[in-house]
């Protein structure tokens, strides 16, 4: 299905190149341009005022006449270059550059940035990432086909992705390329998908930009395999093929009115109505998962009036019969996400007040008319067992600050509901259990106490989890550093306070099964 509604503005074309080789000389300039590398020329003071959007810092530390120095003011800060400046920054590929569009005449011998260009990471892997110019950039609202760059939803989805080596996975709206970058590292084969050709434009300059970086810089043997990405146009799974190990999307999940009057962003506006471009992908995506397969998306929901935020999604992914898990982040309410979206696409009260207002009454109006009292924001994960059992269905919200590493987090509790289905008390006892590396133990205690009263396991990356277990079950996790068994431990602990073995491992192993499941506790298989 294609998107619906008017296009009313289009961006400038492009003409980048798909070819590592043709990047080679662009790839040698930009090998000073890494996040550390910015880091270390501009100070971090600089660095944290840049992404507060706050750039006098920035400008004032990158003033000077090196290359980084120039490279920083082009692509990071949107300054103007002279020539001069623009051939001492990119000696190798100045004039390719300029011919890509990636830099563009700015008039009286001068040029700027065509593109947003800038240095990130996935994991510990520097990565490069163009993507159009934002709306703080040119000053202007977003032409229709605008591609996103990094984006903090692109890059959550980066770091919750797992990344188990996989045969086959499946980018589903790939916009710039970010997550298909990703998958590269540990998929033998990657099919990015997107309905915008502009955006396979620049799915397939920075995969191939970054594949020429990978040879500047000899990391071939690390992994990288972007020989195995294959792109394709077209709208959701119209261009799919066959099935997947692994499935990433960060759809066009914004939940906005089909009116006339209002611009239709390719990166944003799926075309439904209301929710419905989530429903869809979730109804859909086990079609293409195989045994054993992960979906992994973000989403928005509708919350209607007299619900549950879990109510509707929950409906969603329960009718699916295969293992789901969603986790909710933010809930906002209908002006306040009809602003935050408004504001995205670079419409405000300042520069067009009469738009500003029809386009906000638009929108309120069309959540009103479905009784909406909210949208959800947060994670779909799901997962067709290998083998059949029942599915399991875990809807939770955790809106506090999460750590990094979701994407091990992840792996974890898949690998442990998996491992769990259908084990019973004496299938769990020969496991040598392992506190995961981030977990640590917190106790506390009344005044003059000689006992805790309170005993959490806090997990310091991932969900960022704190559970409260009891003195029997931190007398277990305690031993769990995969040397015995929990049967062992079972039996120590029991001998230790004097108790039936069969009372302590009655105790724990609910205990034992949640922690595992949430990631805290961690089987090593012997």
Known sequence: MAPLGTVSGMNAPLHL?????????????????????????????????????????????AAGQDPLALLIRLF????????????AALPNSAAEARSWGVVTGAGAGCVRA?????????????????????????????????????????????????????ERALDLGTGSGIQ????????????????????????????????AMSRVLGRRAQGERTGGIEFRQGSFFEPVDGDYDL???????????????????????????????????????PEFLRPGGVAQLLANWEVHEGQEWHTRIGEWVRALGIDAWVVQREFLDPAHYAATWIRDGGLTPDRDPEG???????????????????????????????RPRPPWVRLEEITGTIGAGLGETVARTLQAVE???????????????????????????????????????????????????????????????????????????????????????????????GLLTDGLLVHRPT
């Open 114 to 166: 065509g593109v947003d260009l800038r240095p990130t990471t996935i994991g510990t892997k520097d990565v490069w990432l163009a993507a159009d110019l934002s709306e703080i950039a040119t000053g202007r609202p977003l032409p229709a086909d605008h591609v996103l760059g990094l984006g903090g939803a692109s890059a959550t989805l980066v770091d919750l992705t797992v990344r188990t080596p996989v």
């Open 180 to 211: 298909t970058l990703g998958l590269a590292t540990h998929a033998e084969r990657v099919l990015a998908t997107d309905i915008s050709p502009r955006a396979l434009q620049f799915a397939a300059f920075n995969t191939a930009l970054n594949d």
């Open 419 to 513: 491992s769990l289905a259908g084990a019973r008390e004496e299938d769990l006892l020969p496991w040598h259990l392992e506190v995961a590396p981030d977990v640590s133990e917190e106790r506390y205690y009344r005044p003059g106490a000689s006992d805790p009263n309170v005993i959490l396991l806090r997990q310091g990356g991932g969900f960022a989890r704190s559970v409260q277990i009891d003195t029997l079950g931190a007398a277990v996790v305690g031993a769990c550093d995969g040397d015995l068994s929990l049967g062992e431990i079972c039996a120590a602990v029991a001998s230790l306070i004097s108790a039936e073995e069969g009372a302590v491992i009655a105790g724990v192993l609910p205990t034992i099964r």
């Open 356 to 386: 500003y207002r029809s386009a906000y009454t638009d929108w309120l109006a069309d959540l009103t008319s479905r009784g909406v009292q909210g949208i959800g924001f947060g994670y779909v994960t799901l997962r067709k067992p290998a």
């Open 247 to 285: 499935i990433v999307s960060n759809p066009p999940f914004v939940v906005s009115p089909r009116t006339s009057s209002l611009e239709r962003y390719t990166y944003r506006d799926g075309g439904f109505v209301g929710d419905g471009v989530v429903q869809h992908l979730i109804e859909e995506l």
């Open 17 to 61: 190149p798909s070819d590592p080789a043709t990047l080679a000389g662009f790839a040698e300039d930009l090998l000073g341009l890494t996040v550390d590398g910015v880091a270390r020329r501009i100070g971090q003071v600089a660095v944290a005022a840049l992404e507060r959007e706050d750039p006098l810092p920035a400008e004032l530390a």
């Open 76 to 87: 990071l800060l949107g300054a103007q270059l002279t020539d001069a400046e623009l051939q």
